[in-house]
């Protein structure tokens, strides 16, 4: 750490070597260079290098010291790798406090010649992390002579890098360019090297168009966007654009319309509308007060986003959003309809007086509840709710006489940023017949030591194979809602179905359709668990979703080896969780 911080103060001079030879070239390239196609007929061709006099730039021994201390340092550490670099980043900004000599900013680019020679490995991570260490010293009055003075360096090394003399990475240039504010002028002074004139400009702009019309055939958009866009360089139309929309380089696009004016920019928005990217479109709208030109892409991007809420149950955030605005509310009410969230379409019409436009819907038109696995196909005999101990000593002996249960938890919505969730509110337990709600609110609050007795006997039995979905969040929640219970501290024969099947989207839902052929109607996930009576829907909602976990594990449980893990098949014993502790202090009553 001392080392790092003092030894830009350690400054034997030496000189740069003269521009490297073939040879030199070719051992560069070891280090990380892009290496030229084969084939010269369809090959993007790279700019010549040009000379520009390195003679004149004299360096410190001490930068190379510097990164090699940094390597060292990063090797040796006993963090993991982000820790480290964040670690790292801290002294290089001590030791750029230190008024490093000539200036920190001459001083970064200087070791920005070094760090290829570290290896491929790491001249990517310490460039970006000696680049962003930079940022905080841009407003610092002191060194504003050093900034300026290094802008012309960073120029030369922005050229060598095109070049490929220097090995950097293409997201290292369009860094280098941003941080050190490099401008046409900067280019054309590293380039011509002598006094400007509009020729040395004109000629410093062509030599860029170059390299944009090799980053254009080399597919690298990005490289070639940020040289366009910084050094006003015009060589591209509208197929530009559709590439990189085409590439999903949506950032690059924005800036290139952004620079080509507004006719690009009513472009990229149509492009957007064409592909339903709502929430990018209306952005551009907002940011070019184009709403006179796109006047109903607003209300589309809302509809557009109360219909993803309703998709994840977010009931309540939607119906926020929508309240001010007649017209989305009905819309919500629709969404309700359609996913056969009856309950909520009257609470809705309730409050908002929407029962005119319901009257107006056909019921049997709107819902899709047939796209959606339902109970009543699992051939489920029983849904049984247990709030007091006798229901719990009986529910307890019937699944201790399975041998595969399924469990699932809900608990109440929090939408309050950085508040704590809320107490796991039930816990479902199924098996292929019988579906039990154990109302754990008020179990707890009436016996404690019997609901931590029952449990015990079901979560720490060896003889139950406990099937649930990302069942790490769930006991989770257990543990941080009733602490005090030992029950949900330590756990026996557990599988987490996700584990099996890691390439699935779509939660237990898309996993439900893959194996049986349906999705589950996720509408009610977020609704208020902490409600008495539940309704009879959240009821089969919350059995469904333990229920669904056996139902697919005897679908599959009979193949020798299913779900797949990095391409290969698993064998599905080997993810048991055999014991699982979660130690905490013992409860007390």
């Known amino acids: 750490v001392l080392a790092l911080a003092f030894l830009p103060f350690v400054r034997p001079p030496f000189r740069l070597p003269p521009r490297p030879s073939k040879a030199t070239n070719q051992t560069l390239e ?37 990164m090699y201390l940094l390597k060292d ?39 920005m010649y070094i760090i290829p020679l570290l290896g491929q490995s790491h001249a990517e991570g310490f460039s970006h992390m000696l680049i962003s260490s930079l940022r905080h010293l841009k407003s610092v009055e002191s060194v504003q002579k050093d900034f300026i003075d290094a802008k012309c360096l960073a120029a030369r090394l922005v050229l060598d890098i095109l070049a490929s003399v220097v090995p950097h990475e293409e997201r290292i240039l369009v860094k280098l360019l941003e941080t050190f504010d490099i401008e046409l002028k900067d280019m054309a002074h590293a380039f011509c090297g002598s006094e400007l004139g509009d020729e040395d400009l004109a000629a410093a702009r062509e030599h860029l168009k170059q390299h944009v019309q090799y980053f254009m055939k080399s597919e690298s958009y990005v490289s070639a966007v940020a040289l366009m866009t910084r050094f006003s360089i015009q060589c591209c139309d509208e197929s530009f654009l559709i590439k990189l929309i085409g590439s999903k380089q949506y950032k690059a696009a924005e800036e290139w319309a952004a620079f080509m004016g507004k006719e690009m920019i009513i472009l990229i928005i149509q492009k957007y509308l064409d592909v339903k990217m709502l929430k990018s479109a209306n952005e551009l709208v907002k940011q070019y007060d184009l709403a006179e030109e796109f006047p109903d892409v607003n209300y589309l991007y809302k509809e557009s986003s109360l219909k993803k809420l309703a998709e994840k149950g977010c009931w309540d955030v939607a119906e926020v959003r929508a309240k001010k605005d007649t017209k989305l509310m009905e819309y919500l009410v629709y969404l309700a309809m359609e996913a056969g969230y009856m309950e909520k379409v009257d609470e809705l019409c309730e409050r908002y007086s929407l029962e005119g436009y319901v009257n107006s819907l056909v ?16 051939i489920l005999e029983e849904i049984v709710w247990v709030d007091e101990i006798n229901g719990l000593l009986s529910a307890t002996s019937y699944i201790e006489a399975c041998k595969i249960i399924g469990v699932d938890c809900e608990w109440k919505p929090n939408y309050e940023k950085g508040s704590r969730p809320n107490k796991v509110a039930i816990i479902q337990i199924a098996s292929d017949k019988k579906a039990f709600i154990f109302d754990l609110i008020k179990l ?12 015990r006997r079901i979560m720490c039995s060896s003889n139950i194979l406990k099937l649930g979905y990302n069942l790490q969040c769930d006991l989770h929640q257990l543990s941080q809602s009733y602490g005090e219970l030992i029950c949900f501290q330590s756990y026996e024969m557990l599988l987490d179905i996700q584990k099996l099947f890691k390439e699935t989207t779509g ?14 109607n996720k509408t009610r996930r977020n609704s208020d668990w902490e409600q008495r009576p539940l309704s009879q829907n959240q009821k089969e909602y919350a059995a469904l979703d333990a229920a669904v976990l056996v139902h697919i594990f005897h679908h599959v449980r009979g193949q020798p ?29």
């Open 30 to 66: 070891s280090h990380g260079t892009r290496k030229e196609p084969s084939d010269p007929q369809n090959r993007a061709r790279r700019p010549e290098p040009t000379q520009v006099g390195h003679d004149s730039l004299n360096y410190g021994s001490s930068q190379a010291t510097f």
């Open 73 to 111: 340092c990063y090797f040796y550490g006993t963090h993991k790798a982000t820790a480290k670099f964040r670690i790292l980043q801290q002294q290089v900004k001590r030791a750029l406090n230190n008024a490093p000599q000539p200036g920190p900013f001459t001083y970064i680019v200087q070791c």
């Open 363 to 378: 019921p049997e038109e709107v819902m899709c509840q047939s796209d959606y696995l339902e109970l009543k196909k699992l």
């Open 444 to 455: 707890y609050e009436d016996d404690p030591k019997a609901l931590d007795c029952c449990f």
């Open 507 to 520: 939660g237990l839902s898309g996993l439900s359709k893959k194996i049986l052929g349906a999705g589950l």
């Open 561 to 589: 080896q299913f779900g797949v893990n990095e391409g290969r098949q698993v064998e599905w014993k080997s993810h048991i969780v055999s014991r699982v502790n979660r130690a905490r202090s013992p409860i007390r009553f």
